[in-house]
């Protein structure tokens, strides 16, 4: 373990409350699941691989974003700053911040996968050794609590990128961004992605790309019968 690497903190999943979203879900006339069930440790790799590719522009584009705009950003943030990602994943859009930001004061992960979570951190504490990590394994959301920070930093800043606010609704969205404020507290700072309205051709392509058609198609066998539900 790397001294700069802090014990993962764990705020264990409830049962109970995903079992309500997952029937309040498939109760609706249009099914849905929230898309947080995808992320173990093979979803979450699966997803790193999704943003390689051409038709998910939006990694590449944000990334391209906060590229042109990171001595901006920087100098909103602050010295010594404690930035809080939000479903951190691998942490590779970190780095930018971390190689740009004046001399952070912790980086804090937040992610539902603890497996991944752990190998992304252990290879970002390697490559930043002078850098606390606080790992924490959570659904960011349901409620839960940010640990006790023993050493000094200016404010919090939560880091929520890659547009998922835009798979909630109007009004959860709300509610969400309600709730990050009052983990945060007061004088804390949100640095979030948010897409642009896209037309249905690039979503499209972007969610079910050529590789994926092509497999499906090839798959497909017609069947001699066929049964219908209702």
């Known amino acids: 373990m790397h001294e700069n690497l802090m014990a993962i ?11 309500a979203e997952v029937l309040e879900g498939l109760t609706k006339t249009q099914k849905e699941l929230p898309c947080k069930l ?28 906060m590229t042109e ?15 809080i990602e939000l479903g951190s994943g691998s942490s590779t859009k970190i780095r930018l911040m971390l190689n740009h930001l004046k001399e952070p004061a912790a980086y804090v992960p937040i992610d539902i996968s603890a497996e991944h979570l752990m190998k992304s951190v252990t290879t970002l504490a390697k490559d930043y050794p002078r850098l606390k990590i606080v790992p924490v394994y959570a659904d960011y959301t349901q409620p839960f609590s940010l640990p006790s920070f023993n050493f000094p930093y200016s404010r919090k800043v939560v880091y929520y990128p890659g547009s998922t606010i835009g798979n909630f609704t109007q009004e959860y969205a709300r509610h969400f961004l309600k709730q990050i404020a009052k983990r945060a507290g007061k004088e804390s700072g949100l640095l979030i992605g948010v897409d642009l309205k896209k037309d249905k051709k690039t979503l499209e392509a972007a969610y079910n790309d050529k590789n994926e058609r092509k497999n499906r198609d090839a798959s497909y066998k017609p069947q001699k019968s066929a049964c219908c539900f209702r």
């Open 9 to 19: 903190q764990k705020f264990e999943i409830e049962e109970d409350y995903l079992l």
């Open 38 to 65: 995808f992320y173990d440790e093979t979803g979450s790799s699966l997803f790193d691989e999704i943003c390689e590719l051409e038709e998910y522009y939006l990694t590449r584009t944000e990334m391209e974003i």
């Open 69 to 83: 705009y990171i001595d901006d950003i920087s100098n909103a943030l602050g010295k010594k700053c404690l930035l």
